[in-house]
């Protein structure tokens, strides 16, 4: 074949290829509103969570149906260990509430317990995860697993990094709202500033 022939064969083969969307190995796939978690937070804003429905279907179905009954609004964050993790998703508040909905058999899969990472909270009993889950603070590689894996934060890790301290916290923070991205719910409006005490006019010179 001559060079002529081997570029044009090069040149079909780069367009055949750009024309279809690739996906590399290891990454995660492209955002989509209907597995996108929403937490609007007491600590003041909203953190965005894709959901992988891909390696952990029932995990992220669960979380979408609690959230969009309205589950986790006014849940605390019951469990939140500096350098580790923060802990929710039990309506008691004490670690020992979940849902009504039957427990979930595990998904331990292959995504690694990175900063930012979602991941389902569960007993000893690898079947017992429920509707509590964590956030990580830190890596925290002997995780992996050993707990299902199910989404990652990819907006307003700041608003996590200030949840209050503490097992419980003296002052929890909360989930104020969850919702799904494909609901289109708008975060908490801000509460109106209070306003400015009266000041007296100045006395007459």
């Known amino acids: ?57 029932n995990h992220v179905e669960r979380i979408k149906t609690l959230a969009r009954r309205g589950f986790y609004d006014g849940v605390t964050f019951h469990r939140v260990i500096e350098g580790f993790m923060a802990q929710t998703g039990d309506p008691t508040g004490t670690g020992e509430g979940e849902s009504d909905l039957p427990d979930l058999n595990p998904e331990f899969n292959h ?19 429920n509707s509590q889950f964590f956030i990580m603070f830190l890596p925290k590689f002997e995780l992996d697993r050993q707990y299902s894996v199910f989404g990652r934060v990819v907006g ?43 000041q007296d006019a100045p006395a007459p010179q």
């Open 1 to 57: 074949m001559d060079l002529k022939s081997m570029l044009a064969l090069a040149t079909g083969l780069f367009v055949a290829t750009a024309a279809v969307p690739q996906t590399l190995p290891g990454l995660p796939p492209p955002l989509d509103p209907e597995n996108t978690l929403m937490l609007d937070l007491s600590t003041g804003g909203r953190v965005t969570i894709q959901l992988r429905p891909d390696v952990a279907p």
């Open 111 to 129: 995504l690694p317990h990175l900063r930012g990472v979602v991941s389902a909270a569960r007993t000893v009993d690898p079947n017992s995860a």
């Open 156 to 198: 307003g890790m700041n608003h996590v990094d200030a949840i209050a301290r503490g097992e419980p916290p003296l002052q929890p923070s909360r989930i104020l709202r969850a919702s799904i991205g494909a609901d289109n719910v708008p975060p908490p409006a801000a509460p109106a500033p209070a306003p400015a005490p009266a």
